[in-house]
């Protein structure tokens, strides 16, 4: 070739070279293109393509592995098959060969395995044949006699040979012929060494990649992870060869996932895809959001998987990547599926028969069952093993749908498409999967013929626990023991097997969880059955059937059924109620004694005026259990955990948002001289979505059937509910406190608080105020409130002792809670879901520093004489959801630490309100119970009757809806009776 002909690509290539290695590699795939488009158009049956020029391979080479990460596959494919087909014109036959075997290696890429093979065959001519998926090194010897005998230049023979033993090992992996894939990797490995071409150097990274990956796929971690350690050094500068890079990085945190380090694994993925995001990769950056939406769903964070696919399916299609877009659609039906329940629902009453589905922003689920078996969309996929993982999830989909006998049939025909893989991983799971639908298949059974039936899918998930537990596989571990376990209760035999077998389960699950950040560790363990919510999952499975059976009997065996039904609830709220002090106990070391709750006290223990709602929220169901006066009902709805939670957070989101806008408004409004407020954009959507909650909870058809005398409901909240202002649940067209009084209870009857009445007819008079706003960060309203309180007690005739600033001291602050019988603190406050010893008030040192009265501090106190305690502070109810459904907060510390009645803020209490609410609670308190006096300071906050009082619109919910009543809401001793005219005076500021 004449340099002086062809002086532009000789610059062209210096130029785009140097670009590439800047790590401009958006500049230097269009430098290459260029060239590339050059070479093909201008001297199409010139020289240039007679020749096999090292710039001409690395142009080819740039180009195919830039356009795969910046998604310019089909133009790049393109280009390479009409250069393919000049250089074959031009009888340049080794330029021909080179650029289609990059074509395969590209399609192998993509996972077009069936057009790899055909650009494979139509080689045959100069590559010969061999057996691949049976290739050893000494068949391979003597097949590279052989191979490419047109090709007589020994640099050019080695450079094919090595790209083809790349490309047929990346195949057989596609076929899952993993050992046959790493011998022939092994082998080109030989063509990739010294004294050997450096374009042919080049293809040394990606078959120990390759090779490290075929260990991975076949179930051999600790050997994949050695070859990449070993291999970071040589791509850890991600500018020269960014495709390796992140490679190697992904396929590690696919080995932290395998094993159960999930915290790292995510960590590995994160930062694969910020450098893809960072240097513009477009299609590596689709491909890296399918994967960590993949892993969310694993992790059971399907809402926010389903987020994150809605706008990767959006930019996909943005940007013509049709498959990364329907793969995105294929996941978020996968994550839809997730959090779908498969139980059936049972009505509070009799007279709904209708089963509610919880379709609100939380995610729109349902019942419906699926028993398509033949193969759905899956999207293509390099990885054996991704692809076989899709199909896993489709079984999961088919089994939570209620398809058992569409599983079945799938995992047959998976058996045919993936049992002939020589990977142990792989076989495995298929294992797994036929214990999944045998277990799934005898559950369907009655009880009376599947004990023994049992035995078949106890041995085959301890078949696969063994494999898992060789690979290190530890989530798989987990989940099979899991499975063993529950075989084994539903066989009711052997109990201590059985228990031993589901504490090394939740010995497992819990180290699966620590490998997590905290914030994410919640969310893991949201639908992980523990060992007693499994017990209460069957006693609720018996206590339907029972409820069945009686809608099914004649009329004359309805009343013995219907008492031996109530009888089956009060044995399940024993198991409920007796399960919660000893976790509390062992959480916090505060006194937990579990007051065994006898049937008549269940069925007497309320006032007429007075109904008792029970939450359990399990991992694929909410129980519902209402009592009140003599009668006892149960109702079940197929609503997920992770639906609840995401809804409570949602509704959080959305209350906060608000606010913050409404905030923003109102200073600007009052710099100009305006009053109006900007209009309320998330009223509606707030609304509907406390309404589609309340029907989730089956509240609003329990309230709709309240009696008319029926004026107070004490809710006994489960998991997040704890985190749900209640009094803002929308019933109808209207809040439910204003049906009735709403008031949050630890437990359903008041057994130790009527025994302390008793015993606190002469309690002392006395009231402690403490007020602290910090320097560092004052409260403003803080001295009008305090004014209002020491008003209020001494009203009452009570003995005020105050505490404000440095005065107000951890000990000082104890001991007088200890000698009081109403407390008012006003104060910051600090919550820490992973720290229950930062979590609590803010007081100030001597010094002036912040102190912080923990719940820790609490729990080893005792206030014997205290009947009610108002916090005003931030954060002061909000609840540490422990994994085993243990809620451990500020209120329900003081509770168990004596006080009767504590009200508490779910969230930042608004400063400038404060002094109004506070001021008409304890007036109300005169002549009302606690439940009743806050509910009357609540609708006069949304009625906007106590605005003029606070000097703001209190009309939101963030501003009312806060605060709730905790523990028993009786009328207050130390407070004087009297009448209270509504528009009396209040008290001064």
């Known amino acids: 070739m004449d340099d002086r002909e062809y002086t532009w690509l000789n610059e062209g290539f210096q130029r785009a070279e140097t670009v590439w290695r800047e790590g401009k590699h958006r500049i230097a795939l ?67 060969s080179y650029a289609t075997l990059k074509r395969t290696q590209y399609a192998l890429a993509e996972g077009r395995i069936e057009h790899a093979e055909q650009l494979l065959r139509s080689m045959c001519d100069q590559v010969g044949t061999v057996e691949w998926g049976a290739a050893t090194q000494q068949t391979l010897m003597q097949w590279e006699a052989t191979a490419f005998p047109s090709i007589k230049d020994t640099g050019h023979r080695t450079l094919l040979l090595s790209r083809l033993l790349l490309c047929t090992g990346r195949l057989q992996m596609c076929r899952g012929n993993f050992a046959a894939a790493i ?56 500018s020269r060869d960014p495709g390796a890079w992140v490679r190697c990085v992904e396929l590690r945190a696919k080995i932290r996932m395998l094993q159960g380090e999930y915290g790292e694994g995510m960590r590995l993925h994160r930062e694969a895809l910020d450098h893809c995001s960072a240097a513009g990769f477009e299609h590596a950056v689709n491909q890296a959001m399918l994967t960590r939406a993949y892993m969310r769903i694993l992790l059971n964070q399907a809402f ?38 498969s139980v059936q ?57 209620g398809g058992v006998a569409g599983a079945r049939q799938y995992v047959d025909t998976m058996h ?79 109990e201590a097997g059985y228990r031993d077998i589901m504490r090394e389960a939740d010995v497992l699950v819990h180290e699966l969880a620590e490998s997590l950040p905290p914030e994410d560790r ?52 024993c198991r409920i109620e007796g399960h919660r002090p000893r976790v509390v106990h062992d959480r916090t070391g505060s006194e937990a004694v579990a007051h065994q709750t006898s049937f008549a006290r269940r069925l007497m223990g309320c006032s007429p005026r007075r109904t008792v709602v029970a939450f359990l929220v399990l991992p694929d169901r909410v129980f519902v259990v209402l009592s009140g006066w003599m009668q006892l009902r149960f109702g ?96 109808g067209s209207c809040y439910l406190c204003e049906r009735c009084a709403v008031s949050i209870a630890f437990e359903p009857y008041r057994g130790r608080e009527v025994r302390e009445w008793r015993a606190l007819r002469h309690t002392r008079r006395k009231a402690l105020v403490v007020g602290v706003s910090p320097a560092f960060d004052p409260l403003e309203g803080i001295d009008g409130e305090l004014i209002v309180v020491k008003a209020a007690f001494a009203a009452n005739r009570l ?88 809620i451990v907060s500020l209120a329900d510390t003081f509770w168990r630490c004596g006080a009767s009645s504590i009200l508490g803020s779910l969230w930042p209490a608004a400063d400038a309100p404060a002094h109004a609410i506070v001021e008409r609670f304890y007036r109300y308190l005169r002549r009302y119970p606690c439940d009743l006096a806050l509910q009357r300071v609540q609708r006069e906050c949304f009625s906007g009757d106590l605005n003029r009082q606070s000097g703001m619109d209190c009309t939101n919910p963030f501003y009312w809806a806060g605060y709730q009543m905790y523990g028993s809401p009786r009328r207050l001793r130390p407070f004087r009776r009297g009448l209270i005219s509504r528009n009396s005076k209040p008290l001064s500021v």
């Open 30 to 96: 269009d430098v290459y293109i260029d060239l590339l488009i050059r070479m093909v158009s201008e001297y199409g049956g010139g020289p240039l393509l007679q020749r096999m020029e090292a710039a001409h391979l690395v142009v080819i080479d740039r180009c195919a592995d830039l356009a795969f990460l910046f998604g310019y596959g089909g133009p790049s494919d393109d280009l390479l098959m009409c250069y393919a087909s000049l250089t074959a014109d031009a009888g340049n036959i080794s330029a021909a």
């Open 183 to 238: 011998a022939i990797l092994s082998r080109g490995l030989a063509y990739t060494g010294v004294n050997v071409p450096d374009i042919a150097h080049r293809a040394e990274i990606p078959m120990r990649l390759f090779i490290a990956q075929s260990h991975l796929e076949c179930g051999e971690l600790g050997i994949a992870e050695n070859q990449l350690v070993e291999l970071m050094p040589a791509v850890q500068d991600g």
């Open 304 to 341: 926010e998987a389903r987020e994150e696919l809605s706008e990767l399916e959006h930019r996909a299609e943005n940007m013509g990547d049709g498959a990364s877009a329907a793969h995105a659609r294929i996941l978020m039906n996968l994550a839809r599926k997730r959090v779908s329940s």
């Open 345 to 401: 629902g049972v009505s509070v009453y009799r007279a709904w028969q209708g089963k509610h589905t919880f379709t609100g922003a939380a995610g729109d689920s349902g019942n419906e069952v699926e028993n398509d078996t033949n193969l759905p969309a899956i999207h293509r996929s390099p990885s054996f093993l991704s692809l076989f993982e899709q199909h896993v999830l489709h079984v999961h989909q088919l089994v939570d749908g």
């Open 416 to 494: 045919e498409m993936f049992g002939e893989s020589d990977s142990r991983l792989i076989a495995a799971h298929l294992v797994m999967l036929d214990g999944i639908c045998r277990y799934i298949s005898v559950s369907t059974l009655p009880p009376s013929d599947r004990s023994l039936m049992f035995v078949e899918p106890t041995h085959l998930f301890n078949d696969a626990a063994v494999e898992f537990e060789r690979m290190g596989i530890k989530p798989m571990v987990w989940e099979a023991t899991r499975l063993r376990a529950e075989c084994m209760l539903r066989m009711e035999h052997d």
């Open 522 to 573: 919640a969310i893991y363990m949201v639908n992980k059955w523990t060992d007693e919510e499994k017990q209460l999952a069957l006693a609720i499975d018996k206590l339907m059937q029972l409820h069945a059976d009686r809608g099914c009997a004649p009329w004359f065996k309805r009343p013995m059924l219907r008492w031996k039904e109530m009888r089956a609830i009060h044995e399940v709220m």
């Open 636 to 731: 079940v709805n197929p609503v997920t955990r992770s639906q609840i939670r995401e809804a409570v957070r949602q509704w959080h989101r959305l209350i906060h948002d608000d606010v913050k806008q409404r905030t923003r408004a109102f200073h600007f409004d009052r710099r100009r001289g305006e009053d109006s407020h900007p209009r309320r954009n998330t009223d509606q959507e707030r609304d509907t979505l406390a309404l589609e909650l309340a029907q989730a909870l089956q509240l609003d058809h329990i309230v709709e059937r309240f009696p008319r005398w029926v004026v107070r409901l004490t809710i006994l909240p489960d998991d997040c509910l704890h985190g749900f202002p209640f009094a803002a649940m929308r019933i």
């Open 799 to 886: 003995h005020v002792e105050s505490l404000e600033n440095q005065s107000a001291d951890k000990e000082r602050v104890l001991e007088e809670l200890a000698r009081c019988s109403v407390a008012h603190l006003a104060c910051h406050g600090r919550f820490r879901p992973d720290a229950l010893g930062d979590t609590g008030l803010v007081l100030l040192s001597k010094d002036g520093g912040p102190v912080i009265l923990s719940c820790l501090d609490l729990a080893a106190r005792r206030f014997p004489e205290l009947q009610h305690i108002t916090l005003t502070a931030c954060w002061s109810a909000d609840s540490y959801v422990h994994p085993s459904r243990i």
